[in-house]
């Protein structure tokens, strides 16, 4: 099992550079970083793990920068995102913010998607709450337009591009796509129609929401052995990675602390003894 890290970096935590080194030379598969890109101070929308919101949302570095640096500075590490709030991004941005990444890294790029749960964030955003996944699914279609090999135009519900020259072009003339949120009937369905699999927060439930999904997914033709599930921002145990690859699963996502150096790279070596 591949073993990536993810970490909310801020502008008082280990810098993206330190990060990504060390995590390369331990032999960690990836990196992941989460975004937002504020946090409204009137929000009146619950923090989904329960009592305060913790500093690090409102200090989040742009995940894009930040990996941009750890790809300059390593080689083999997996570079990711986890997740990107797909509708607060203009899509013909993101695609060319997304196919450089991944250009410039060789092909190392994973692009996890989300659809957020602060209303006051998205607001400001432009979104529209009870159509926001709807919105997500199309401006990944029109960033695959964009990713295409020739000039491909694209009209959706929501947005619309030209056939264009767009380059450069992701590695493998796409990124994979994970989608992040709880298990349910419309997150596998969106899953199945659109993306590579699945990133669970937490990894809870794998057991009963991993053969659904399954189901899901080989309904809509997919093929039964692309399907990814890539466990994210897991607090480990030996029993609970072993549950894991019993379930088919080939990589997982482990936290880090949003901290300084010295408590990050001592959470690092626990975390090594899982490599």
């Keep these: 099992m591949r ?15 330190r990060l990504a080194r060390e ?18 101070v009137g929000r009146e929308t619950a923090y ?28 083999r590490l997996a570079l990711g995102t986890g997740i990107t709030l797909i509708t607060q991004h203009d899509p013909i941005d993101l695609a060319k913010q997304v196919a450089t990444l991944d250009h410039l890294s060789g092909g190392r790029f994973t692009l996890g998607l989300g659809f957020g749960w602060n209303k006051e964030e998205a607001a400001d ?33 929501f947005g619309s591009v030209r056939a264009s020259e767009a380059h450069p072009k992701p590695a493998g003339g796409a990124p994979r796509i994970l989608l992040g949120g709880a298990a349910g009937p419309r997150l596998f369905a969106d899953i199945a129609a659109y993306a590579d699999g699945w990133m669970p927060i937490g990894g809870r439930g794998l057991s009963e929401s991993i053969p659904e999904l399954r189901r899901v997914w080989e309904a809509a033709g997919r093929d039964p052995k692309a399907l990814q599930v890539v466990p994210y921002a897991v607090l480990p145990s030996p029993g ?30 626990e975390y090594a003894t899982y490599l």
């Design 3 to 17: 073993v990536s890290a993810t970490v909310f970096l801020t502008d008082e935590t280990i810098t993206p550079v």
């Design 240 to 269: 609970k990675l072993a549950h894991y690859a019993e379930l088919g699963v080939e990589e997982v996502v482990l936290q880090l602390p949003p901290a300084g150096e010295g408590e990050v790279l001592g959470v690092l070596e």
């Design 48 to 75: 989904p793990g329960g009592g305060e919101l913790p500093r690090e949302y409102g200090r989040t570095l742009d995940p894009f920068v930040a990996l941009g640096q750890a790809a300059a500075v390593t080689e």
């Design 23 to 40: 995590l390369e030379a331990r032999g960690f598969a990836g990196l992941y970083l989460p975004e937002h890109t504020h946090i409204p």
């Design 125 to 157: 955003h432009g979104v529209q709450w009870s159509s926001r996944r709807d919105l997500g699914r199309d401006r990944v279609a029109l960033m695959r337009a964009l990713w295409s090999a020739e000039p491909t135009a694209y009209a959706g519900e």
